[in-house]
């Protein structure tokens, strides 16, 4: 009989849950899950921006080179005209 009452209270205790956490425990937890979403989500911002705004600056930087190199070749056919 004590056998079987040994063994029951061993398969009770495995099956006992851990303690809860702590409230604060809790909350620490829920803190770094949240700065690691924040920080994830930032980055995937970030990537969005940068993938939206590089044609825009290829194009205005392609813009600045024909400026640039229309613009020696004017003021020397001004100076010759001259």
Do not use: I
Not at 12 to 35: D, G, W
């Amino acid at each position: 009989m004590r056998a079987f009452l040994l063994l029951a209270l061993l398969a009770l205790a495995a099956c006992h849950k851990s303690e809860p956490e702590t409230v604060q425990e809790r909350a620490a937890n829920a803190s770094v899950r949240l700065e690691q979403r924040y920080n994830e989500l930032q980055a995937e911002a970030q990537n969005d921006v940068a993938e939206q705004s590089a044609p825009a600056e290829n194009e205005a930087e392609a813009l600045l080179n024909q400026m640039n190199a229309a613009t020696p070749a004017e003021s020397n056919a001004a100076g010759n005209a001259r």
